[in-house]
């Protein structure tokens, strides 16, 4: 895959506040720190505030009180376009971000913009459209795709773009087993450059394969920030079943069965493993 | 009286390839049938077939028929055929109406078009806001809701219609959990209650195997197997055909395949 190497960048909140302009808040005092090079995954119930979250980190919203740190500089004191090589969002709703006529200029008008030309540009583009499988669609037109194509297209057209810092709304919204594998693999490559990578999820079992740290919101509030097996272990069940979230089976089976957190399927299997052995 | 596709072939005007395959799929009322397969496989037009927009609406060639309590479809004018059976859409802001003001609107904008006395409008619109929970955005601007707002909301239209069979796809693909279970929840209590034969396509095959009597899967537009739910999804097949297994059925296998023994007590 031929998405270019950069190291990533930190981002961060300082007991950041978001009401919008109808009144409605949306964020209380939220602190969170996503290091550099980090995967975290947002959780937390439709309307907790986790889009609008996201949206501070390159400038789309800005901060009611409290502060926003893109690679240690407060957004504030940066141009949007500084951020927009920062930091890149792929939306929820792909049709929200697609516009061109054909999926090969999707995907380069970002990377374009963010000043790549020529065969720089064609490698990027042709990486980022193997990455997520569309490859052979590149002269289709978008909106000949499916919808789970068309988030795929999103998430091509951001991987394009080369930020050090990558933030994904629901990436696996509409995708089947294959399509949850892509996104995936692109995550893990993402990981292995190096680069920042926080997505927003409701699909647990996603989160505890591919992201190392988990953030749970409620009605807008951080209620949990922990690693996947620390926020998805015992101890902090209470805190998911209050905002209505439901740890992966194998972890409530792990737990059950006194084989430690287990949140994913691998982890309880070589539990199991692990233990038949001692025993026999 | 049921909803039946016999021998279904369609084909999408202008398109090489056949989007289905001689598709024979029966749903009777107050049952509920899961349609499975990989994205392009032939769900959604399948979906667009089942209640006739295909080819009424959208062109395309049909053979083979498709009869909504032995009414055909192709033939028969869209207004008809509304009033038996109705689609969610995949994405739910193709179905904001976006011409209400609020999400009660929205919502009764369906009853109010069948010309029904005005309690019954009132009554089947409160009914299926109570029942997907929105009493609380029903003043809101339906053009600005979150995704998984939307997503309810436009079921609630779908809902207040009160179609004797209902076509679903992917009706909780942009929800939290909580919300795909309020809305397997309603979709069954819908089916026992009011007799509505209900179609859903879906990834979430933990939901399905909750809440469906039989399972369809297809592949390039053809039916690859059907059957009981359960039995269904734990197919080994289905990797193959781009279908997550249950989180359940998906734990089983892995331990079978590190050769440990499953306790049926574990769950």
């Not at chain 1, 374009?112 to 037109?141: I, Y």
């Not at chain 1, 087993?177 to 996104?183: E, L, P, S, T």
């Not at chain 2, 009554?123 to 029903?138: G, Q």
Request: with cysteine; charged share 20%.
């Amino acid at each position: 895959m031929a998405v270019i190497a950069t190291s990533g960048i930190g981002l961060a909140t300082e007991e950041l506040s978001f009401t919008y302009p109808d009144g409605t808040r949306a964020l209380t005092s939220v602190s969170l720190e996503i290091p550099a090079g980090s995967r975290i995954a947002i959780i937390g119930q439709n309307g907790s505030g986790k889009s609008t979250l996201v949206r501070h980190f390159n400038g789309l919203l800005r901060a009611t009180t409290g502060r926003v740190l893109v690679d240690g500089t407060p957004v504030g004191r940066r141009h949007v376009a500084d951020l927009a090589r920062l930091v890149g969002i792929s939306f929820q709703n792909p049709d929200r971000q697609i516009f061109s006529g054909r999926v090969r200029a999707e995907v380069a008008f970002g990377a374009r913009n963010v000043g790549l030309r020529g065969a720089a540009l064609d490698q990027r583009v042709n990486g980022a459209l193997e990455a997520v499988g569309l490859a052979q669609q590149a002269d289709a037109n978008p909106y000949d795709l499916g919808f789970s194509e068309r988030k795929l297209l999103a998430l091509a057209s951001i991987l394009a773009m080369g930020t050090p810092a990558i933030v994904l709304d629901e990436p696996t919204t509409g995708q089947d087993a294959n399509g949850v594998q892509r996104v995936k693999d692109v995550i893990g490559q993402l990981a292995r450059e190096g680069r920042t990578v926080v997505a927003i999820s409701h699909d647990m079992a996603f989160v505890a394969e591919a992201f190392e740290r988990v953030a749970v919101l409620r009605d807008g509030e951080l209620v949990l920030d922990d690693t996947v097996n620390e926020a998805f272990g015992e101890d902090n069940w209470p805190i998911l079943e209050s905002t209505y979230l439901e740890p992966p089976l194998p972890a409530r089976l792990g737990a059950r069965l006194g084989l430690g957190s287990t949140p994913t399927t691998a982890a309880f299997v070589a539990a199991l493993v692990a233990r038949s052995g001692s025993v026999g | 009286m049921s909803l039946v596709l016999e021998g279904v072939t369609y084909r999408y005007a202008g398109a090489a390839t056949k989007a289905l395959q001689s598709v024979d799929l029966t749903l009777q009322p107050g049952r509920v049938v899961g349609l499975v397969g990989s994205n392009g496989s032939g769900k959604s037009t399948l979906c667009s077939c089942a209640v006739g927009l295909a080819p009424n609406a959208i062109g395309g060639t049909l053979d083979g028929r498709v009869t909504i309590d032995g009414l055909e479809t192709s033939g028969t004018p869209m207004y008809k055929l509304v009033q038996h059976a109705g689609i969610l859409f995949q994405d739910s802001a193709t179905q904001i109406t976006s011409g209400a003001s609020s999400v009660w609107e929205e919502i009764s904008f369906g009853p109010r078009n069948l010309s029904l006395p005005r309690n019954e409008v009132i009554d089947r619109t409160w009914r299926a806001i109570d029942a997907l929970r929105l009493t609380e955005i029903v003043e809101r601007d339906p053009s600005r809701l979150s995704g998984g707002q939307a997503q309810l909301v436009a079921l609630a239209a779908v809902l207040a219609l009160g179609p004797r069979y209902l076509v679903l796809d992917e009706p909780t693909s942009q929800l939290d959990p909580l919300g795909t279970r309020l809305v397997g929840e309603t979709l069954a209590e819908a089916a026992r209650a009011t007799g509505v034969g209900i179609l859903i396509a879906e990834h979430k095959t933990d939901l399905l195997a909750m809440l469906c009597d039989e399972i369809v899967v297809i592949a390039s537009g053809k039916v690859v197997a059907r059957g009981h739910a359960r039995e269904v999804l734990a197919d080994p097949s289905m990797h193959e055909w781009g279908v997550s297994a249950p989180a359940d059925i998906a734990l089983r296998e892995a331990v079978a395949v590190a050769e440990l023994e499953w306790q049926s007590e574990w769950l």
